[in-house]
Nanobody, 125 residues
Framework: VQLLESVGGSVQSGGSLRLTCRAS????????VGWFRQAPGKEHEALAH???????RYADSVKGRFTISQDNSKNTWYLEMNNLDVEDTAMYYC????????????????????RGQGTQVIVSS
């Protein structure tokens, strides 16, 4: 299984970006997919996850601003990010696991079976 995130980018504070996580080689019927980020000098932060059983869940830090979604026909997951702040500057990762989100949601990105290489998002004031 390979996960490939779209190129992130730079945006001004208050702006929006949509990240894409495209999966290939999936072998199970469903996956829990999570989005994470890591800012310089900080720990990984779980942002959102989604699966057919648990639906979409969000960290308090992004609730109301970020939306996770999926297109099953394309094996693609999205993270729509609105009202971005300089504090959102980080490397963003998607991760996937065939177990349910209820099982893996408290794991960091390295706890998932598969993880993308990451994409940089820079928010300037």
């Amino acid at each position: 299984v390979q996960l490939l995130e779209s190129v992130g980018g730079s945006v001004q504070s208050g702006g929006s970006l949509r990240l894409t996580c495209r999966a290939s080689g999936l072998t199970y019927e469903s996956y829990c997919v999570g989005w994470f980020r890591q800012a310089p000098g900080k720990e990984h932060e779980a942002l959102a996850h989604i699966d057919p059983d648990d639906g979409a869940r969000y960290a308090d830090s992004v609730k109301g601003r970020f939306t996770i979604s999926q297109d099953n026909s394309k094996n693609t997951w999205y993270l729509e990010m609105n009202n971005l702040d300089v504090e959102d500057t980080a490397m963003y990762y998607c991760a996937a696991d065939p177990l349910s989100c209820m099982t893996v949601r408290n794991l960091g990105p390295d706890g998932y079976n598969h993880r993308g290489q990451g994409t940089q998002v820079i928010v300037s004031s």
